[in-house]
């Protein structure tokens, strides 16, 4: 397979595997999605979905947000880690928002990354999944398959998203980097792979990569 071939195998595959694509992280409007995608670092998605709730039942919005103390929204996001710096970037954004964006989360990824805890993968997401602007989030799964699939070096997240940017048409960016985190949930894990589920992999994967599993299993 030619590179252009093994990337519209990868769409298809995944177009029909996730024709309904659903969002990993719940939330109501992009406030609560910037925090969402702020809490889940270093955590699990479903970890976060559990405290979510609870924090935004009190407040769901900048406004009332900054009415908390940060030691009353660390209480609150415990269990999902981290949470002395969390809570400070929760608060310390909210009140930027309130105070420069009328409340309101800004579209622009330079100007959410200025935002207190929130970096480029978080203003990614946001801008992608709450505005629909193209953008490439980088997490875990999408830097290990980009390496599983010979389409990046594995060298760094930074260099994965530009590799998948180049590779991938625009209007499919949104799209491919939600399919390509199901995917490497489902099919592809860093622990407990299984080749024989994970059909990109099988048909189109890095040769060391392949090389490397039957290694592994022939122990």
Known sequence: MTKSEKVDFTIKTLRELYPI????LEHKDPYTLLIAVLLSAQSTDVRV??????????ADNPYDMIKL???EIREIIKPVGLSPMKSKGIYGLSKILVE???GDVPK???LLEKLPSVGHKTASVVVSQAFGIPAFPVDTHIHRLMYRWGFSTGKNVVKTERDAKRLFPRELWNDLHLQIIWYGREYSPARGWDLEKDI????????KVLQEYAKKKAR
């Open 21 to 24: 694509i659903p969002v990993p």
């Open 100 to 102: 420069e964006y009328e």
């Open 200 to 207: 990109i992999t099988r048909t189109i994967g890095r040769k």
């Open 108 to 110: 622009d990824i330079s």
């Open 49 to 58: 979905n559990k405290i979510t709730p609870k924090l935004f039942k009190r």
């Open 69 to 71: 103390s940060v030691e």
